[in-house]
Structure formats: C-alpha cells, structure tokens
C-alpha cells in the first residue's frame, strides 16, 4: 500500500493543530501522530545505506526523500477495551505504508493491561517513545545502529505500580516475526522492567529468548544449493571422476535432511538503559548485547547521548555510540564420507568461513546537533553525524566497504501532534 493516502489524512489534519481528542464517558477516540521534513545528505564520495532490509533506499546526494517520515497514531476506547493503530511511512522506505502497530487492549484496572496484535519491538529502548513520533535529540532515528524494532505480532501484559517515589513497570511478553519468510527474531520471549520517577529520571532492563525457525534456509537449500551441487556432480561424473548417480542422489538427500539446516536456532538477548531530563540536562544511555546460542552473529552496541539547554528553547547535543559484531557461524558436518559428500561438506563451510569474515565489524558513530523548540511539538533539528568502520568488509552502513569515514548532515523539522 502506498503513502499517498496517510499523506492526504496529515495535509487535512495538520492546519486545524492536528488533533483529534472525543470523551463520551464509555467510548473515546484520539487521533495524533508526527511528521519530519527536511533534507539529508552525505559527502560526495560515500553512499550511506541504513542497516535493515527495510531501508530500500541509499542516499548519495542530497534527499528530501531520505528524511522524510510521516505518521499518524488513533485510539479508539470503549469502556475497559481499546484499539491502537499508528501508520507510518518513509522516504527512505520507498513510501510504502506500514501499520506499526495495530492491537487490541484490555485495561480490567488502573495499573494492569493485556495486549494482542502487532506491537514494536520492546527489546530496543526506542520502541518506548517511537508511538509518541519523533520526540528525541536526533533528526532520525538510530537506524546506524540496530534498526528500529518493529515488524512483530503477538501478546504481552504490562504491569505499573508505586515504589515509594518511583513508579515501576513490569512488562512480560511473547512476539514473533509479522511474516514467516522474513525473520528477524524468530519467536521471542522476555520481559522489560523500567523505573521511572516525575517522566524525568528512567532505568530499564530487557531480557529475552529468540526462536529461529530453520524455515528460510532449508527454502535456500531446496532452490539454490541443491540444483547447484547437482549440477556439479553431474559435470564432474561425465568428466570420469569416481562419482555414480546414486551417490549424488545420497548426496543431496543428506544435505537436505542436515541437521544444522534443519534445526532451529536460539539466541539470547539484554539491553539496559537509563535517561535523565531537567530544564537543563538531557542524559542517555543504552546497551545490549545478541548472545548466538548455536548460530548468528554476537553483537554489543552502546550510546551515550548528553545535551544542554543554554536556552529554553536551544539544546545543542552530542553523541557518542559503538556497534562491534563477530562472526559466530557453526559448521556442517556430514553423516558419512565419500568424495562428492566431502567435497559438498567443504565447500559449504568454507562459505560459512567467508560470511564469518564478512559480518565481522566495529562501527564507530559520532554526531553533533542542535535542536530549536520553536513550540510544544514543533522543532528544528540539524546535525552532523560521522560514520567509522573500524574493520571489517560488509558494512551495512556505509559504502564502499572500508575503513574511511562518511559524513552525514541532516536538517529536518519535526512536529508531534
């Protein structure tokens, strides 16, 4: 679906403060949501990619398009139940429309709520405040370095009650992929507990499992890795080598019943955080960590973001951020050897070798911006932000592959209705 009709909701809503708020004691509906626009570009030799599959579209000169983010978010209440939407569509992922978030909510008391249906991501920090728009620092998101999260469906139950001056948020949960074919995090299930005092000082703490479904692999071995060995068996067979047909057709049916392509896969993952806001001082930080039981890739990133008011209305800020992967691939083993079993077995784990090698990378983020509050909702934003590969060569975040710095400079206005 495209944009083209969310677009047309923001122009019509925007003029008249972009606010929809009915109470009718039992039934009530609200309509908010946030739109950036602006322009981004990088240094001339660079391309800048985003990391995740959504981000379809690279920027190497200057962009409207990149930037530009619109969404809205509706609630529709009646008594104890209510209904919870938020669209959002971007520049930088081709427009198309994405429903973010769509689930059911039943609140039977004041601190207790049990939800069903698509919900962003709870491991990443920033899925707390992404339903609110864009209400932080940066112009953009993080996206340079984890994604957002987003793109799962499921249920979970949040929980808030006074610790003498605190109020703690318990938040258990069970998610999974929105598409099968497409996973990121397989099932997951965990928890997040968050402190929070007057909206001003937060701690939180993520802890969950992933399930990976061996599903999109065992796809690839049935369409690519099965015709291809054939193919060469056959090729090699013809040319004399000590290779019959039922030893291929032995061959392919081990490869297809391998246990490492059809076993699935589990990894674990934390995440903690802290943020602290005054007239002043604005303070936050993150870390987590993607721990592979058996297969994948161990990942750790962290941030530091600090930013002053010197006025009531400027906040200069910097920011500070590390992602560090390494290749943690197990190999395949065979059932038995003979010289096409082998030859299979080798040449697949020396592919295995290769994308140990190519996942492996250390990025290092840095950026400096300002950010004017013209109104309540209404800000402007610019920033340069520094790109650092410190090794590796498959880098989703910067073009070509290397060790050489990218320059990013964003200048958007974000306003949250």
């Known amino acids: 679906m495209r944009a083209w009709l969310l ?39 660079r391309k800048l990619v ?26 529709y209440r009646y008594k104890d139940f209510s209904i919870v939407t938020q669209a959002v569509t971007m520049g930088r992922q081709d427009w198309d429309l994405d429903i973010e978030i769509g689930y059911l909510a039943y609140q039977p008391t004041e601190n207790l709520t049990f939800r069903v249906g698509r919900m962003t991501d709870p491991y990443l920090m920033l899925s707390q405040i992404r339903h609110v728009g864009l209400a932080y620092p ?12 987003g793109q799962v469906k499921g249920f979970d139950i949040v929980y808030r009650r006074p610790v003498g001056d605190w109020d703690l948020v318990v938040n258990p949960y069970y998610l999974k992929d929105v598409n099968p074919n497409q996973q990121l995090y397989g099932k997951q299930l965990g928890f997040q507990a968050s402190l929070l005092k007057d909206d001003k000082i937060e701690f939180w703490l993520t802890l969950h499992r992933n399930h990976l479904s061996r599903r999109v692999l065992k796809q690839q071995t049935e369409e690519i890795l099965i015709p291809y060995y054939t193919y060469v068996a056959n090729y090699y067979m013809d040319l004399g080598y000590p290779i019959t047909p039922e ?20 990894f ?42 010197i006025t009531p209305k400027i906040m200069p800020y910097a920011e500070y951020g590390f992602s560090k992967a390494t290749g943690a691939m197990h190999y395949m083993k065979a059932d038995y050897s003979d010289i096409l079993m082998d030859y299979v077995i080798t040449d697949i784990n020396k592919m295995f070798d290769t994308n140990k090698e190519l ?37 989703y975040i910067v073009e070509p592959f290397d060790t050489k710095y990218t320059d990013m400079f964003t200048f958007v206005a974000n306003y949250v209705f």
């Open 7 to 45: 677009t047309v909701l923001m122009l019509v809503s925007f003029p008249a403060a972009a606010i929809v708020d009915v109470d009718l004691g039992d039934t009530g509906f609200r309509l908010n949501g946030f739109i950036t626009l602006g322009g981004a570009w990088v240094d001339g030799d």
């Open 50 to 75: 985003g990391s995740g599959s959504g981000l379809k579209d690279h920027l190497d000169e200057f962009s409207i398009k990149w930037p530009t983010t619109v969404g809205l978010h509706a609630t």
């Open 138 to 149: 940066w112009p953009l998101p993080l996206f340079d370095l984890y994604g957002l999260g």
């Open 247 to 266: 030893m291929i057709d032995n061959a392919m049916e081990s490869l297809r019943n391998n246990d490492m392509i059809n076993r699935d896969s589990d």
């Open 268 to 309: 674990h993952r934390w995440a903690v955080g802290w943020r602290y806001e005054d007239d002043k001082h604005y303070f936050m930080g993150h870390l987590s960590k993607h721990l592979p039981q058996d297969y994948g890739t161990d990942l750790l990133v962290w941030y530091l973001v600090y930013g002053y008011n």
């Open 359 to 395: 996942t492996k990378l250390d990025l290092e983020v840095s950026a400096l911006g300002v950010r004017y509050a013209v109104e309540p909702g209404l800000d402007i934003k610019f920033e340069w932000r520094r790109f650092t590969p410190k090794n590796g060569t498959r880098n």
